[in-house]
């Protein structure tokens, strides 16, 4: 079995940065995609950047592009999000998920194991 826990969260001002962390243990993810998702109070869960098992490939949704940054080490067991330039609206709990259906395109990541979350407020 898999367990997944999401670190790095916390409050920051608007216009700075945070890394997220999401590490594994029970056995490896190498072979798995990886997502972050996030969830606003009273919003649906959404998909913010996703990772391929090799890391070779990522995914942004377009509220994120250019400002997030994901990455993996799996030597470590590990992935990352760098989130640099932070907005009021990025304030949420932000979740890992690991897809060990490598086939499946990175923008429809259906995870099958996740983390507990971590928050990230972002305020003024």
């Known amino acids: 079995q898999v367990q997944l826990v999401e670190s790095g969260g916390g409050l920051v001002q608007i216009g700075g940065s945070l890394r997220l962390s999401c590490t594994a243990s029970g056995r490896s993810v190498s072979n798995c995609h990886i997502g972050w998702f996030r969830q606003a109070p009273g919003l649906e869960r959404e998909l913010v950047a996703a990772?391929?098992?090799?890391?070779?490939?990522?995914y942004y949704s377009d509220s994120v592009k250019g400002r997030f940054t994901v990455s993996r080490d799996n030597a470590k067991n590990t992935a990352y999000l760098q989130m640099n330039s932070l907005e009021a609206e990025d304030t949420a709990v932000y979740s890992c998920g690991a897809d060990p259906l490598r086939g499946r395109p990175l923008s429809t990541l259906q995870p099958t194991y996740w983390g507990q979350g971590t928050r990230v407020t972002v305020s003024s």
């Open positions: 990772i391929s098992w090799r890391g070779e490939a990522t």
